[in-house]
């Protein structure tokens, strides 16, 4: 079970968290005005890099906020989780 | 079997007799026995049958690496299979030998009550020998808090060590020091996180560890080598021959044949003479080194370079065939044949996190790289120092390798490993598929380094090429039932009631699970079946009134001065223009444009909405409020907050109703022109303050009370008494279900799967047409969404008036189903139009009736379509799925 440091809680055992995929994947600012191409890229794709990458997670089970993390894919360890307002990390393991 | 317990060897208390039972049989043992050794000292040679081949097979070794010698213990707890060298011996054990697969008998005796606790620690060390107690006293020094886990009721490795018991003993006595005897690791997972089983004599407990640093001090195992019938009883590792003579005072053999490719082995001869046994001889694969020379000067029969080529004997051992390098054959008689191919760490536990291996020539064997994964750190013999040299042997080489057993609880032979290459097998993955070799209980600790050596030299290829196949945690069999501890029965899950739920179970209610909520499923009276239940509770709704506790539905409390821009941009209709007072129904869709869930909005004042959901849907939809607010838009000033344990809800419906609440006593104006459908009023009902919302699941007048949920009994009751003359009748989920059915309003999650859109349900009219933007607002003009040819709800009417399709039914085509032997018929298999999703039997329309999603359905209405069902294609028509008052003219009474 992943050890998990919600910038909030501290760390916590994962199964307090929900996954949440991608981070840094914006709600487009207006959905009307993009192609049907484009819309769904961003509805249905997302990276699937092996190494660091970037994605969600909320605090289901602790003070519900939800928070961005750099993990590594292959080794699950994470490198660094940060708050939705603060600027993401370098992406080097 | 010529077993016994030798005079001035061992450690067990004499003193004190241990009576025991096996296979019927009574036995004593000694305090400080394992079921094993106590079988051994008692001469029980066959301890089961093995599982696939019925093969007589004995103890083979001493510890948890054990493939043979599988018990099921009855008492004095009930265990369906352990092997015995790992039970400690108590007073009244009974066991019974098991061919390696248990069984659970479906009314098993009682089991150990169990129980599971978590713990944080810095340093916990697995493994209590020598090693791991000098790395937990080091780490106690530090200061670090420390849990030592030792999968034996003894402290120190498999032999007798003094020096070890009073390390644990000392350590036993130091703050933050926590020592765990019979308790073994059963994985290693992410993080230090670490699942411990712990066994004592009143209770099994499952540990929850989480570890900064986690030390596996796991030791080593032996490798057998494989020869002609080298299953026998009397067959035995060396290590463990000498653990049951040094450990145990018990002799496993009069007559001994030591057949080894390491120096370790010859301790073992050395102590089986020293106990009074007759070595007949030390049967060396390798050159003679030192330690032979020694032997030989000491008076032993050493034979270099030779090999134990078979035995003879059935149920037992009786005698070996020794074969020469030049390949002359010996016989001599034996009873025991302890055998050792090396030793190699114990890495069950490294490598199912992770941990890498490397092929150590010296050893022969595998240990762990120095790079463990996180957290890990491996210490004594677990890395493989301090293991005896040895030269690789995995089997004595033969024509027919097909008696040449490798994995003895698979049953699987050298033949069979090398057959799995020969049918072009190169992965030792592979092989373990199709043999089997390593997935038995004992995970293939004694056959897996022999089956990669096996595989390697099959395929031509350098000694450790290829490694022993993954593990994977638990590391050694653990019982659901410990695993499970206190999480059974009404503990299993927690139950979520409603303050009215005793009044239900007075009444007779039948209850169904939705989450966690037990709600009523129908209150059936005495001689009803739930049909005819339903039945009554249906008619009594449309023809009267009656009474429904609705407190699980979900409530958010969705508050602050951009609440409505908020739920605008969550629902495909407009909540900012509802007025204060009002209620509005609502969809919520997926950002792929399909329905999520539906509810309706109270707008309480101008910045508080009061927001319900489906009961299953609650915390998702307050998830996803949460999700938005905080991960789009953290610039709107929305505060969301569950409130439905908060209210309780009485749901008064009928043509009756407004007389029901009337005379509850209520100070609202209850006529329709004063107080509409789709308001909300707050007054008192039953001397309670209540917050009354005209709206209606199922079609009829209805009043929902929703008043504080300490107060919501007193109110159902007095709803209860008030409607008596009206003969009021409580009803259940499934009533609500067959008259929302009939009705046509469908239920998210079943009438939809995630793959609906709200004009599949035949309800554009909730969505919006202007430009503003809802969440799934794109998605509904994606060419699938919006494709002519969709799913869409329909109602269905079977021709048979009593015939319930079943829910899930498929539907095809009308013609397809009647005229399959006309050419023009389409081509079997005939698609599927779609599925029933909802079907009941009607008191209102005197018939059955059903809903169903079929395949462009609106434009199917007046034709027919062929249910498929168990006794064959029933034709029903497809009609629109409103069957009930379409024009609403029975919501206002």
């Keep these: 079970m992943l050890l998990i440091r919600c910038p909030w809680c501290g760390e916590r055992d994962e199964i307090e968290f929900r996954y949440g995929g991608q981070a840094h994947v914006a709600y487009p600012h207006d959905p009307s005005a993009l192609s049907d191409r484009e819309w769904a890229d961003f509805l249905f794709m997302r990276d699937n890099p092996k190494g660091p990458w970037r994605e969600r997670w909320f605090h289901t089970a602790g003070c519900r906020r939800w928070f961005n ?25 | 079997m010529t077993s016994r317990r030798v005079d001035g060897w061992g450690v067990v208390d004499r003193a004190t007799p241990v009576p025991f039972t096996f296979d019927g049989g009574a036995f004593e043992g000694r305090a400080g026995d394992t079921l094993a050794s106590a079988l051994l000292a008692n001469g029980v040679g066959v301890v089961a049958p093995s599982p696939i081949e019925g093969r007589p097979r004995g103890v083979f070794s001493a510890g948890v690496e054990e493939p043979n010698a599988f018990v099921e213990l009855t008492a004095p707890w009930f265990e369906p299979i352990v092997p015995a060298t790992m039970v400690d011996l108590v007073r009244g054990l009974s066991a019974h030998g098991r061919p390696g697969v248990g069984r659970l008998p479906l009314d098993p005796p009682p089991t150990r009550p169990a129980d599971h606790r978590h713990a944080h620690v810095e340093t916990l060390v697995v493994g209590g ?134 120096h370790w082995a010859y301790g073992t001869a050395r102590a089986l003479r020293d106990a009074g046994a007759d070595v007949v001889a030390i049967v060396d694969v390798a050159p003679g080194g030192p330690t032979g020379q020694a032997a030989r000067a000491d008076g032993f029969e050493v034979l270099d370079g030779w090999a134990v080529a078979a035995v003879d004997g059935d149920r037992r051992v009786e005698a070996a065939v020794l074969v020469a390098p030049d390949g002359t054959e010996r016989r001599v008689e034996a009873d025991l ?27 022969a064997g595998w240990v762990p790289t120095g790079d463990a994964p996180d957290r890990l750190e491996v210490v004594g013999t677990a890395t493989g120092e301090g293991l005896p040299t040895s030269v690789p042997y995995a089997f004595t080489p033969a024509e027919d390798l097909t008696r040449h057993y490798v994995d003895l609880q698979r049953d699987q032979t050298v033949a069979d490993v090398v057959a799995s290459v020969e049918t072009g097998l190169r992965s030792v993955e592979h092989v373990k598929r199709r043999t089997y070799i390593g997935t038995a209980i004992d995970q293939g600790r004694t056959s897996g380094a022999l089956t990669a050596a096996i595989v390697n030299d099959a395929l031509g290829e350098a000694l450790g090429a290829q490694g022993p196949t993954n593990a ?19 503990l299993l899950d927690p139950a979520r009631t409603t303050p009215i739920h005793d009044w239900h179970v007075d009444h007779g209610a039948v209850f169904e699970n939705v989450g966690q909520w037990k709600r009523p499923w129908s209150f059936p009276r005495d001689g009803e079946d739930l049909d005819a239940a339903v039945f009554r509770e249906c008619r009594a709704v449309r023809e009267s009134v009656g009474v429904l506790d609705a407190s699980t539905l979900g409530t958010i409390d969705v508050t602050g001065p951009d609440a409505a821009t908020f739920l605008d941009r969550m629902y495909t209709n407009r909540m ?96 329709a022109d004063a107080f509409p459908f789709m308001a909300w009023r707050d007054g008192t009902v039953a001397g309670v303050p209540t917050r009354i919302a005209r709206v209606s699941f199922t079609g009829e007048l209805s009043y929902e009370l929703h008043v504080d949920g300490r107060h919501v009994a007193h109110v159902w009751e007095t709803v209860m008494r008030a409607g008596a003359p009206f003969g009021i009748t409580p009803y259940g989920t499934e009533a609500m279900h067959v008259l929302r059915a009939e009705k046509g309003y469908v239920i998210v999650g079943q009438d939809t799967d995630g793959t609906v859109t709200p004009d ?113 294609a029933a034709p029903c028509e497809v009609v629109a799925p409103v069957f009930w008052d379409p024009e609403d003219r029975r919501r206002d009474g």
């Excluded at chain 2, 994977?472 to 009404?490: E, K």
């Design chain 1, 69 to 93: 993390a750099v993990r590594d894919t292959a080794t699950h360890r994470f490198v660094a989780t940060y708050r939705l307002d603060e600027d993401p990390p370098e992406l080097a393991s």
């Design chain 2, 129 to 262: 020998g020598g090693a791991g107690l000098a790395a937990a006293a080091d780490a106690a020094s530090r200061g670090d808090r420390v849990i030592v886990a030792h999968d034996r009721a003894w402290w120190g490795g498999a032999l007798p060590d003094g020096d070890a018991t009073t390390t644990a003993e000392r350590l036993a006595c130091e703050d933050d020091v926590t020592m765990l005897a019979s308790t073994t690791a059963l994985g290693v997972y992410d993080d230090g996180y670490v699942i411990l089983h712990e066994r004592t004599t009143a209770a099994d407990r499952i540990w929850h560890v989480r570890a900064r640093r986690v030390v596996l001090a796991t030791g080593a195992i032996e490798r057998p080598i494989a020869f002609a019938d080298g299953d026998r009883p009397g067959v035995m590792l060396a290590g463990a021959v000498r653990v049951y003579l040094e450990r145990f005072g018990v002799l496993c053999g009069e007559r001994a044949v030591v057949f080894t490719t390491n």
């Design chain 2, 337 to 363: 044949v302890a055998v050792s191919g090396g030793w190699h760490p114990n890495s069950h536990l490294y490598r199912a996190i992770g941990g890498g291996l490397r092929y150590d020539e010296a050893l």
């Design chain 2, 472 to 490: 994977r945690p638990p590391a050694v069999p653990v019982s659901y039932a410990a695993l499970a501890g206190r999480d059974r029965g009404a």
């Design chain 2, 576 to 671: 900012s223009t509802l007025a204060v007072g009002r209620i509005r129904y609502g969809l919520m869709l997926g950002l792929d444009g399909m329905v999520m869930d539906d509810g309706v909005a109270m707008r309480v004042t101008d910045d508080r909405f009061l927001v319900t959901t489906t009961t299953g849907g609650a915390s998702t939809v307050l998830d996803r409020f949460e999700e938005w607010l905080q991960t789009e838009w953290p610039d709107l000033r929305v505060y969301c907050t569950s409130v439905t344990e908060q209210w309780g809800t009485v749901a008064v419906g009928g043509p009756r109703a407004r007389d029901v609440v009337a005379a509850a006593g209520c100070d609202v104006d209850l006529s």
């Design chain 2, 760 to 872: 599949d349900l035949g309800m554009s009219w909730i969505v919006r047409r202007d430009d503003s933007d809802f969440v799934g607002r794109r998605s509904l003009s994606r060419p699938d969404t919006s494709r002519p040819d969709r799913k869409q709800l329909v109602g269905l009417l079977p021709i048979d008036r009593d015939l319930r399709l079943p829910e899930g039914a498929h539907l095809v085509d009308g013609r397809a189903a009647t005229e399959v032997d006309d050419a023009a018929s389409p081509a079997r298999p005939v698609p599927t139009l779609g599925h029933v999703t909802s079907s009941y039997r009607s008191a209102a329309l005197g018939r059955t009736f059903a809903l169903a999603m079929i395949r462009d359905g609106r434009a199917r209405l007046g034709s027919t379509v062929h249910a498929a069902t168990a006794s064959g």
